[in-house]
């Protein structure tokens, strides 16, 4: 018989991708599963009639690491299906991802968060400009387009498409973040801690729709580098320093204007490296598929990177604690 897998789905109220997220988990091809939605509130007892499958649990309004370890600790499935309430998976997502816990050590297994085929132009952009090699998560185990080798062992997963064998999770009690992003990283960090293994594997798949281009998208940069910034000041390695170019960059913006305006040679070499910059984004921008995409990505990855820069400093100098 199949292991049992409770898929776990954190949002706040019902709406369009909620439902799409749902009505794709009732067509998956694995039989053993039920759908446990973590709403803000109850919901209305006709809705959840749709389905055997689906159990609500009411959370309150409190963070989706918190709503997940609700789900958690509770339940006794053998295995947690973690999913983003704006994502859904595709119909062998758990088919293909159960079988890889064989061995005893492994606690977690994901894949990509592929485009959604009715992706917006701004979500198309806005996946271009996060992912691509100038982006803030170009060397992260999430990919649009880019798939890694079939099977990788990997430090971490993000929470939108990870399966996690419940006796491993519940060593660690769970998530201990308090942040509203970056509670996968700890999450990893701890499992490996315990000895656990992770693993990436291009046929465990979901689609994930992305906040669009601008604003959604900066917003949540915003509050993505702070909470990154946190978790790295407890979990630092020499892995991490890449998340210091874009605080540098800002830095460099603003120290470099404000020198520049005392000296001409300052003002040419401040120039030129913002040419340089220019050029290298463009170069990035034409790998778009479309002309009005290139255009978006052309503006989107320097405001990406001035807009994590800020908020992976905000992030250092905060006091919260994880």
Sequence with gaps: MEPKVSIIIPFKAIDDHVKECIDKCLKLNYTNYDIILLPDKALNRGFLKKSKKIKSIPTGAIHP?????????????????????????????????????????????????????????????????????????????IKPYIQFKDISECKELASSNLILRASSVKKIKGYKS??????????????????????????????????????????????????KAIVIKKQFSMKSIIFFIPPLFVLFLLIGFILSILSITIL????????????????????????????????????????????????LFLKKRI
């Design 65 to 141: 690491s918190e709503k997940r370890n609700k789900a958690i600790l509770s339940l006794n499935s053998e295995f947690f299906a973690s999913i983003d309430s704006d994502a859904y998976p595709k119909e062998d997502w758990l088919k293909n991802a159960i079988p890889l816990f064989e061995n005893k050590k492994i606690a977690a297994v994901g894949g990509p968060n592929l485009a959604p085929n009715n992706a917006s132009i701004k979500e198309l952009a806005a996946i271009d400009v996060i992912y691509g090699r100038l982006g803030v998560q170009s060397a992260y185990y």
């Design 178 to 227: 308090n942040l509203r992003t970056g509670e996968d990283s700890i999450l990893g960090n701890e499992l490996r801690k315990r000895g656990y293994k992770i693993l990436y594997s291009n046929k465990v798949i979901v689609y994930h729709h992305r906040r669009p281009l601008f604003r959604p998208h900066l917003k949540r940069i915003f509050s993505q580098s702070k909470d």
């Design 268 to 315: 040419i070499i401040y120039a030129s490296i913002l040419f340089i910059y220019f050029i290298i984004v463009l170069l990035e921008s034409l790998k778009s598929k479309k002309t009005i995409t290139v255009l978006l990505v052309l503006v989107g990855i320097p405001l990406t990177h001035i807009t994590y820069g800020l908020g992976f400093l905000e992030g």
